[in-house]
């Protein structure tokens, strides 16, 4: 059996994989946030002794950042699938078709406002620190 435009639906599961690994990379790091937040809580209370809390630089942005960062993996995953169908329907088809990237085009800026976000809570953090 040969699979019609193999080479294009190859590139285009290729695409689809890609997609897929940055998404549970993002996932991956928004929870490395979300628990490295809940472990500087816990550190900061058991280092100020008795129990009592002790104040956390940035208060919950870590732990708001690392959830932020897990949907948006999530959503990527999903934007990833309706692509890869979308596509895959387009490779087949002989209408001419033409690329709408501005789902992509909004992760990537919701990417580059949360990488933002996160260097000025570090600097924020670090300044404080010093």
Known sequence: MTVRNFTDH???ERTFLAWVRTAIAVM???FLVARFNLF???????LAGAGRPAPVPGGGFGAAAGIVLIIAGTVM???AT???VRNAR?????EPHQDRARLGLALAALMVALGAALVLYLA???RDQL
């Open 124 to 126: 924020d953090t670090m």
């Open 77 to 79: 995953v999903g934007v």
């Open 10 to 12: 190859a590139a285009n």
């Open 90 to 94: 387009a490779i087949d088809d002989p």
């Open 82 to 84: 309706a692509r890869f």
């Open 40 to 46: 500087l809580r816990i550190a900061a209370t058991s």
């Open 28 to 30: 991956a790091f928004g």
